[in-house]
């Protein structure tokens, strides 16, 4: 395969992969800020915090905190001090696991039985390539910004 074709072929999924997740987050009816919120709140390992949650999102502080406010004042989720004054570790409410187990948790369930569907080696191979790729475009894209 030339490497325009692979170039295309890759560009193609990644878009279709966004697509699968934009059109889930309009299917439940939120944002697509809104759904990958309540996903990082159900897949992350602890409690996050407002800060944490953008540098996880890849999102601007303000898109997320206006997500945020709007799912607070809605009942779905709390705010509270975190370690320092500046930081607000985020909660979700009765309401909100509720909102997340009909929406991020079917996603998720879907992601792991597709995860599921390539043995151990093809998932590791999977991520190994993927991580490998996306550090080098990320160099390449530091050495033309840097000119």
Same mark, same amino acid.
């Given at each position: 395969?030339?490497?325009?074709? &692979? $170039?295309?072929?890759? #560009?193609? &999924?990644?878009? /279709? #992969?966004?697509? &699968?997740? !934009?059109?889930?987050?309009?299917?439940?009816?939120?944002?697509?800020?809104?759904?990958? &919120? *309540?996903?990082?709140? !159900? @897949? %992350?390992?602890?409690?996050?915090?407002?800060?944490?949650?953008?540098?996880? *999102?890849?999102?601007?502080?303000?898109?997320?905190?206006?997500?945020?406010?709007?799912?607070?004042?809605?009942?779905? $989720? @709390?705010?509270?001090?975190?370690?320092? !004054?500046?930081?607000?570790?985020?909660?979700?409410?009765?309401?909100?696991? =509720?909102? =997340?187990?009909?929406?991020?948790?079917?996603?998720?369930? =879907?992601?792991?039985?597709?995860?599921?569907?390539?043995?151990?080696?093809?998932?590791?191979?999977?991520?190994? $390539?993927? !991580?490998?790729?996306?550090? %080098?475009?990320?160099?390449?894209?530091?050495?033309?910004? /840097?000119?």
């Amino acid at each position: 395969m030339e490497y325009m074709e &692979i $170039l295309m072929e890759y #560009n193609e &999924i990644i878009k /279709e #992969n966004d697509e &699968i997740y !934009r059109h889930l987050a309009k299917r439940f009816g939120m944002s697509e800020c809104t759904f990958w &919120i *309540l996903y990082s709140l !159900r @897949t %992350a390992p602890a409690p996050l915090t407002q800060s944490e949650l953008c540098r996880l *999102l890849y999102e601007p502080k303000q898109t997320v905190n206006s997500s945020l406010k709007k799912l607070e004042t809605e009942g779905y $989720l @709390t705010l509270t001090p975190g370690s320092d !004054r500046r930081s607000k570790v985020i909660t979700l409410t009765k309401k909100g696991f =509720a909102l =997340a187990k009909g929406s991020a948790d079917t996603v998720i369930s =879907a992601e792991e039985h597709a995860m599921l569907s390539l043995d151990e080696t093809e998932q590791a191979l999977f991520l190994s $390539l993927f !991580r490998k790729y996306t550090d %080098a475009f990320k160099i390449q894209i530091k050495e033309m910004n /840097e000119t």
